[in-house]
C-alpha cells in the first residue's frame, strides 16, 4: 500500500525552474516508486509544498539521499537541508 505526504522546502530557483527539475528528475522518482500529485510555491516565493505518494518510506528515504539526486537539487536551488515531511495524508479530493 502506498502513502500519500505533504513536503516542504526552502528554494532559490524560480517556481518554473523547479518544475523542469521535477521533470528531470522522473526517472529518479519512478526508479524508487514516487509520484508527485501536486506542487505550490509560497506566496514569498521562498519555499514549495509538495504532496506526493510512494511505494515505501524506504523510497523516499533512497531518494533524498541519492548523491545525483542531491547534485541535481542544489544545482538547480533547492536547500536540500530544509526539505521537511509535514505530515503523512489521508483520503484527499482536488476540485
Not at 52 to 73: H, I
Request: aromatic content about 10%; hydrophobic content about 40%.
Amino acid at each position: 500500500m502506498s502513502m500519500r505526504f505533504i513536503a516542504t522546502f526552502k528554494k532559490t530557483c524560480s517556481f518554473n525552474d523547479w518544475l523542469e527539475l521535477i521533470d528531470k528528475l522522473k526517472p529518479h522518482l519512478e526508479k524508487h516508486g514516487i509520484r508527485m500529485i501536486f506542487a505550490a510555491e509560497s506566496e514569498d516565493r521562498q519555499s514549495i509544498y509538495d504532496i506526493a505518494e510512494a511505494k515505501t518510506m524506504e523510497g523516499v528515504e533512497a531518494f533524498l539521499s541519492d548523491p545525483d539526486v542531491r547534485k541535481m537539487r542544489i544545482d538547480a536551488g533547492v536547500d536540500i537541508d530544509s526539505h521537511q515531511v509535514i505530515s503523512g495524508i489521508g483520503d484527499f479530493h482536488s476540485f
